[in-house]
């Protein structure tokens, strides 16, 4: 029996949206408040604010994709949901940036993965970032609202075998580990939740907030760049849209004009940092762009004799903090532990090498599990740090420096792996690395991961998640929003999403942007009415 596809059955019913690739003039559009960015802020507002009987208008530079386009290919998937094709990178090119960008924005193609920001974290921003009102108390109605709404819960299924190394291996060690709460309803546990899902269990924006601001007679313009605000004074006068190709690659010539009462930012740490940069957005401090943070990834595979097939079965379901904050906040680089799903075409780029070799390591891979660390960037003033720039055609890259701190704990993190893997059974294990090989024991894995040069282009990096570049505070010295998202110097506009993070938090993020934004829309929504 076939899933039906909410959104299309939501279009059939008079949904208003504008596809920007198919205009025939230049447009204007009017609502009482324009959100740029349809992914996890956005779309939080979104629902927020019509619910609140405002007119909003959501505008998206991907294109609109549903359950239907979603047929769980690689080759299909990349290219229409993701940054840039999939190919996303630091300036440099070290780091692969995985970010989605379509109407859902990255809820569309994440991995489900749902954590509130840790308590550490949010006394971190309070105590050194002058953030007011967010602690963990103040924050909790608002996380349990938003779990509610999005169906959070830890994944009840047995983990799959890849997530199970985790487990395992840490119940050998004597080390902590949990099951990973999951926004899904009805999960057919498919394991290809990063091509979108089919069957419209993952609770993403495309099917939750964005439906219901539609159905509260809000609109959609999606395959549209948002390029420049305008200013009169110290208010936004307006915003200047361009249509795009319907691969989102290249503007197709058309403008859209956009006014509205207010205007919200939820294009992310790269993208919204970006806009401001384009629009030369006031910034008395420079701070539009600057401490923008990544979880940077390294990895490490390893073979059993028994069948993994990490390509099935939820992607994420069992994660460890055991080296999360044993040092403090602010200590020694910390990391938290995870597992990636492994479909082929992303395994093989991941896994290195060329020809025969990475034919060879292939060829392992339903016998193949990778656990992956996230690098907790942004709480020791030594730790790696990202800047966002435009390139010479106005679109966003981001500089991220690395840093002997960060690189260090890089190098942890290998060992802790490696012995994870040993202790729950694997025969072989391969941090990934240029210079390294599949080794057999324990020993000759810390010999490995001790000579290993850790560097750029050597050492394989990754990160889907970005915080950071408009840092909240009450200080604009080092912010450019205060606490409540507002805008220091643009009285009607808001920034809504994780670019607002002063750090990064140290757990996948999409349920801090949830219920951080559910509670400024919220307050938004007040003052808007008022």
């Not at 009462?261 to 600057?290: F, M, W």
């Not at 020809?355 to 060879?360: E, I, S, T, Y």
Request: overall charge negative; some cysteine.
């Amino acid at each position: 029996m076939p899933v039906p596809d909410i959104f299309r059955e939501g279009l059939a019913k008079g949904w208003v949206t504008y596809d920007g690739s198919r205009l025939e003039k230049d447009l204007l559009l009017e609502a009482d408040v324009a959100i740029v960015g349809s992914g996890a802020g956005g779309g939080t507002t979104a629902e927020i604010l019509s619910a609140a009987g405002l007119k909003v208008l959501l505008i998206e530079e991907g294109p609109l994709k549903t359950s239907s386009d979603f047929k769980m290919q690689e080759a299909d998937a990349y290219p229409q949901l993701y940054q840039e094709g999939i190919g996303r990178m630091s300036k440099d090119g070290a780091i692969t940036i995985m970010q989605g960008r379509a109407v859902g924005g990255t809820t569309l193609v994440n991995w489900t993965s749902s954590f509130r920001t840790p308590e550490p974290t949010l006394q971190h921003w309070a105590e050194a970032h002058n953030v007011k009102g967010h602690g963990a108390e103040e924050m909790a109605p608002w996380f349990a609202q938003m779990e509610q709404r999005l169906g959070v819960a830890p994944w009840a299924m047995p983990p799959n075998a890849n997530n199970a190394v985790i487990s395992a291996g840490c119940d050998k060690l004597g080390y902590a580990w949990k099951i990973i709460p999951r926004n899904v309803r009805g999960c057919w546990n498919l394991g290809y939740c990063g091509m979108g899902c089919p069957v419209n269990a993952k609770q993403s924006m495309l099917v939750t907030t964005i439906p219901a601001a539609l159905d509260k007679g809000g609109s959609l313009l999606y395959l549209a760049r948002a390029e420049r605000l305008l200013f009169d004074g110290e208010r936004v006068a307006g915003l200047e849209c361009l249509g795009m190709d319907e691969r989102s690659v290249a503007p197709n010539g058309r403008r859209i004009m956009v006014k509205a009462r207010h205007y919200v930012l939820a294009g992310g740490g790269i993208n919204t940092p970006a806009l401001l940069l384009r629009s030369q957005a006031p910034d008395p401090h420079e701070r539009a762009g600057k401490r923008t943070f990544l979880h940077v990834v390294n990895f490490s595979a390893a073979q059993f004799e028994q069948v993994i097939n990490p390509f099935y079965g939820a992607p994420q379901s069992v994660y460890s903090d055991h080296f999360q904050w044993t040092d403090g906040a602010t200590g020694q680089m910390s990391y938290k532990l995870e597992v990636p799903p492994l479909q082929p075409a992303i395994t093989a780029t991941m896994l290195g090498r060329f020809g025969v070799d990475n034919a060879l390591r292939m060829e392992q891979l339903p016998h193949t599990n990778v656990m992956l660390a996230l690098m907790r960037d942004g709480f020791h003033p030594d730790s790696a740090e990202g800047t966002v720039e435009l390139r010479g055609d106005g679109t966003p890259v981001l500089d991220y420096r690395m840093t002997d701190y960060t690189w260090d704990g890089i190098r942890r993190a290998f060992h802790s792996m490696a012995e994870i893997q040993f202790a729950a059974g694997a025969k072989a294990v391969l941090p990934l690395h240029a210079d390294a090989d599949y080794v057999k024991s324990l020993a000759e894995a810390r010999s490995l991961i001790d000579r290993l040069d850790l560097a750029l282009f050597r050492t394989r990096l990754g990160s889907a998640h970005v915080m950071g570049g408009c840092a909240m505070g009450e200080d604009p010295r080092i912010a450019v929003t205060d606490s409540l998202g507002r805008h220091h110097q643009l009285e009607n506009l808001s920034i809504h999403d994780g670019s607002l993070f002063p750090t990064s938090i140290g757990a996948n993020p999409q349920l801090s942007i949830y219920g951080l934004t559910a509670k400024l829309a919220t307050l938004l929504a007040e003052r808007l009415k008022a």
